[in-house]
């Protein structure tokens, strides 16, 4: 909906709510004409129903608006006497627009004093069970939301099974662009994957001020721009286009800010021609190809204790060296894509795409001498002293248009760039070359009309030979290069995506071990450490423990003494 449609539906509801009230309000005491000011009119209703006047915010806050709702049609009917659960049906079920029959019909008396406290315990539970909604949603909204690591691709610096603490106000809270959802949840319903929320109607965003602006290093949790899937690691190919706060959640390291330039080249990054100093609590991940002088890589990985590993394969000779069954594994037109690495007079050692019928088929097998590891740089050169090995080297990936733009061949995930991190307020040119960076910019993320016809380019029906960003664009990766979906392959993340800051790791789960041994699945070190800031992480767990056992202490004690006197 466009703010003009929004005007027209708020004066819509004044009007409806002025029509429905204004006697209600003269039996109230007050005037008629407060029931049509808008916003006056929701402050004075609070005086009416004996409520504070701040829940007027509430009403205008998205979701939460949804629950207070019912709330005042039900608030504002007991304080005319309508008490019974039957009214409170009515009000409901209603949409409140019973409100309109008992303004017209009945005869209205205002209980100015009335009693707050719920009636029966039912009532009572209901009230504290919207309350607790109503603020954990405002809090985890605007103020703090919690997030799981679901995936290694920042390994070393954030670990799967890790629960954080992810700041709104660090970098600005942004109200919701979903007007209609259920609180507290994503894009869909827990243990039912169902939509959680209406597509329509969709609210006009906006971020409140922040206290810091996005650094390079920073780690930071936003909308996955190109979210389109179902549900996340969904691979059904169902195509769902989500209003932009429904997008999957990601968090990856900002590497690149507006108005950047930024290039890749053997793995290492650069901005604006300088080397990107690494943070200090960065550790960056990458395969390499590991060779054994014997079969030891199943105690190797126990020993380092490895937990991402690719594996090469043997096949007997008798396979492989037949041309049409050679051809077929190696052609890439098939399920199967592989390429030799060396062989001996029994069989080959190949590596690349398998399926796993073609490895059943042709009896192959796993290497135990030759592997893929996913290491540090300071784990690499460790591994290579290790008189068990032959090699380590590095892998550099190869080209692929699979690499973001999706145009340059020789660009892989390891060289690509030099590119431009688009600025809110800078021109640039376009034209073929160029437009393939920044198509989805003008589409998608800056809502424009784009005609390419041959060589001419057209915005909005007009010819274009340049644009001007709307938006700040950030540039993001994982610290486990090898193994990290990120801009490499979808390019820039828009500013109105950010979503917080990881600050806070409050719990920290070992997904490799079992719950039976819950106390070695607890990552204790992890517990109530940080995720910023310099040098190694500290736990701040056993003093939380420490002021725990004190303030239940001190409670004791100090109910144990106003027994004690009375």
Same mark, same amino acid.
């Given at each position: 909906m466009t703010l003009y449609q929004w005007f027209i539906l708020f004066l819509a509801v004044q009007i409806i709510h002025y029509l429905g009230t204004w006697k209600l309000y003269q039996a109230a005491g007050r005037k008629?004409? $407060?029931?049509?000011? *808008?916003?006056?009119?929701?402050?004075? +209703?609070?005086?009416i129903i004996n409520r504070p006047w701040w829940w007027t915010f509430l009403l205008f806050i998205p979701i939460v608006n949804l629950i207070m709702f019912p709330v005042i049609w039900v608030e504002t009917m007991r304080s005319f006497g309508k008490n019974s659960a039957f009214d409170t049906f009515l009000a409901i079920i209603t949409f409140g627009f019973i409100i309109y029959y008992f303004n017209y019909s009945q005869e209205l008396h205002h209980i100015k004093d009335r009693s707050l406290h719920p009636k029966n315990p039912?009532?009572?539970?209901? @009230?504290?069970?919207?309350?607790?909604?109503?603020?954990?949603?405002?809090?985890?909204?605007?103020?703090?939301? *919690?997030?799981?690591?679901?995936? @290694?691709?920042?390994?070393?610096?954030?670990?799967? &099974?890790?629960? +954080?603490?992810?700041?709104?106000?660090?970098?600005?809270?942004?109200? *919701?662009?979903?007007?209609? %959802?259920?609180?507290?949840?994503h894009d869909s319903i827990p243990l039912t994957k169902n939509k959680s929320y209406l597509s329509w109607p969709q609210l006009p965003s906006f971020r409140f001020p922040g206290l810091e602006s996005i650094e390079r290093n920073d780690i930071v949790v936003f909308n996955w721009p190109v979210d389109t899937v179902y549900q996340f690691r969904d691979r059904s190919g169902r195509r769902v286009d989500k209003p932009l706060d429904k997008k999957s959640n990601y968090v990856k390291r900002c590497l690149g800010i507006p108005g950047d330039s930024l290039a890749i080249k053997n793995g290492v990054v650069y901005i604006n021609g300088k080397v990107l100093p690494q943070h200090d609590r960065q550790k960056l991940q990458h395969f390499y190809t590991v060779e054994f002088?014997?079969?030891?890589? %199943?105690?190797?990985?126990?020993?380092?204790?490895?937990?991402?590993?690719?594996?090469?394969?043997?096949?007997?000779?008798?396979?492989?060296?037949?041309?049409?069954?050679?051809?077929?594994?190696?052609?890439?037109n098939n399920n199967s894509k592989l390429v030799e690495v060396f062989k001996d007079s029994i069989q080959a050692t190949v590596s690349g795409q398998l399926h796993e019928e073609d490895f059943k088929k042709l009896e192959m097998g796993? @290497?135990?001498?030759?592997?893929y590891l996913n290491l540090t740089k300071e784990l690499a050169e460790e591994i290579k002293k290790d008189s068990r090995v032959v090699s380590v080297k590095y892998d550099i990936a190869e080209g692929s248009t699979a690499i973001f733009p999706h145009t340059k061949p020789n660009w892989s995930s390891?060289?690509? &760039?030099?590119?431009?991190?688009?600025?809110?307020g800078v021109t640039v040119a376009l034209n073929k070359e160029t437009l393939p960076f920044y198509k989805m910019i003008i589409?998608?993320?800056?809502?424009?009309?784009?005609?390419?016809? #041959?060589? $001419?380019?057209?915005?909005? #029906?007009?010819?274009?030979?340049?644009?001007?960003?709307?938006?700040?664009?950030?540039?993001?990766? %994982?610290?486990?290069?090898?193994?990290? $979906?990120?801009?490499?392959y979808w390019g820039f993340v828009p500013s109105d995506h950010i979503v917080g800051k990881p600050v806070f790791i409050w719990l920290s789960l070992d997904q490799n071990v079992p719950w039976s041994k819950a106390l070695d699945k607890i990552r204790w070190e992890r517990m109530f450490t940080t995720v #910023?800031?310099?040098? $190694? *992480?500290? @736990?701040?767990?056993?003093?939380?423990?420490?002021?725990?056992?004190g303030w239940n202490g001190y409670s004791f004690y100090r109910k144990r003494k106003k027994k004690e006197s009375a």
């Amino acid at each position: 909906m466009t703010l003009y449609q929004w005007f027209i539906l708020f004066l819509a509801v004044q009007i409806i709510h002025y029509l429905g009230t204004w006697k209600l309000y003269q039996a109230a005491g007050r005037k008629s004409w $407060e029931a049509a000011i *808008p916003v006056y009119n929701a402050i004075v +209703l609070m005086k009416i129903i004996n409520r504070p006047w701040w829940w007027t915010f509430l009403l205008f806050i998205p979701i939460v608006n949804l629950i207070m709702f019912p709330v005042i049609w039900v608030e504002t009917m007991r304080s005319f006497g309508k008490n019974s659960a039957f009214d409170t049906f009515l009000a409901i079920i209603t949409f409140g627009f019973i409100i309109y029959y008992f303004n017209y019909s009945q005869e209205l008396h205002h209980i100015k004093d009335r009693s707050l406290h719920p009636k029966n315990p039912t009532a009572d539970f209901i @009230s504290s069970i919207l309350f607790a909604i109503v603020v954990a949603t405002t809090v985890h909204t605007y103020v703090m939301q *919690p997030f799981t690591i679901p995936t @290694s691709s920042l390994e070393k610096s954030l670990l799967i &099974g890790d629960f +954080l603490f992810v700041s709104k106000f660090h970098y600005g809270a942004r109200t *919701p662009t979903t007007a209609v %959802g259920l609180p507290m949840v994503h894009d869909s319903i827990p243990l039912t994957k169902n939509k959680s929320y209406l597509s329509w109607p969709q609210l006009p965003s906006f971020r409140f001020p922040g206290l810091e602006s996005i650094e390079r290093n920073d780690i930071v949790v936003f909308n996955w721009p190109v979210d389109t899937v179902y549900q996340f690691r969904d691979r059904s190919g169902r195509r769902v286009d989500k209003p932009l706060d429904k997008k999957s959640n990601y968090v990856k390291r900002c590497l690149g800010i507006p108005g950047d330039s930024l290039a890749i080249k053997n793995g290492v990054v650069y901005i604006n021609g300088k080397v990107l100093p690494q943070h200090d609590r960065q550790k960056l991940q990458h395969f390499y190809t590991v060779e054994f002088k014997d079969n030891n890589l %199943g105690d190797f990985i126990n020993n380092y204790k490895l937990t991402e590993v690719r594996y090469f394969y043997t096949i007997n000779r008798k396979y492989w060296d037949v041309p049409s069954i050679k051809d077929y594994l190696t052609n890439g037109n098939n399920n199967s894509k592989l390429v030799e690495v060396f062989k001996d007079s029994i069989q080959a050692t190949v590596s690349g795409q398998l399926h796993e019928e073609d490895f059943k088929k042709l009896e192959m097998g796993v @290497s135990t001498k030759i592997a893929y590891l996913n290491l540090t740089k300071e784990l690499a050169e460790e591994i290579k002293k290790d008189s068990r090995v032959v090699s380590v080297k590095y892998d550099i990936a190869e080209g692929s248009t699979a690499i973001f733009p999706h145009t340059k061949p020789n660009w892989s995930s390891d060289n690509m &760039g030099p590119l431009y991190i688009p600025k809110a307020g800078v021109t640039v040119a376009l034209n073929k070359e160029t437009l393939p960076f920044y198509k989805m910019i003008i589409t998608d993320y800056e809502k424009n009309k784009l005609e390419v016809n #041959g060589d $001419e380019i057209r915005i909005n #029906g007009k010819v274009a030979k340049d644009y001007t960003f709307k938006l700040d664009y950030y540039w993001m990766m %994982g610290d486990n290069r090898h193994n990290s $979906e990120d801009s490499r392959y979808w390019g820039f993340v828009p500013s109105d995506h950010i979503v917080g800051k990881p600050v806070f790791i409050w719990l920290s789960l070992d997904q490799n071990v079992p719950w039976s041994k819950a106390l070695d699945k607890i990552r204790w070190e992890r517990m109530f450490t940080t995720v #910023g800031g310099n040098g $190694e *992480p500290v @736990s701040y767990f056993i003093y939380f423990v420490i002021v725990l056992i004190g303030w239940n202490g001190y409670s004791f004690y100090r109910k144990r003494k106003k027994k004690e006197s009375a």
